[in-house]
């Protein structure tokens, strides 16, 4: 069993940043790939940010040059900077990690970009 632990959501205006973090925590488990996807109300969950067993990076189309994911290894945590925010950035955002047997997700952290 793996748990996901969020933080560093809240309430910023528009232009500002916040960083948002997920540490990962179990017993035997590996990381395939772990990243950040997003819901904002009556949308469907997406993809924003993620990262590859090897390292690689996937980013949407709606983040490239605003948000960088980043992650330690050794904690087993992954980060999320967001620059440059938007009020249609607003959404909870969520941590999933693939084991390479089933997907896990975090209970979620409210991102609210609004003046």
């Known amino acids: 069993q793996v748990q996901l632990v969020e933080s560093g959501g809240g309430l910023v205006q528009p232009g500002g940043s916040l960083r948002l973090s997920c540490a990962a925590s179990g017993s035997s488990f590996s990381i395939n790939a772990m990243g950040w996807y997003r819901q904002a109300p009556g949308k469907q969950r997406e993809l924003v940010a993620t990262?590859?067993?090897?390292?690689?990076?996937n980013y949407a189309d709606f983040v490239k040059g605003r948000f960088t994911i980043s992650r330690d290894n050794a904690k087993n945590t992954v980060y999320l900077q967001m620059n440059s925010l938007k009020p249609e950035d607003t959404a909870v955002y969520y941590c999933g990690l693939w084991s390479g047997v089933r997907f896990y997700w975090g209970q979620g952290t409210q991102v609210t970009v609004s003046s």
């Open positions: 990262f590859t067993r090897t390292g690689s990076t």
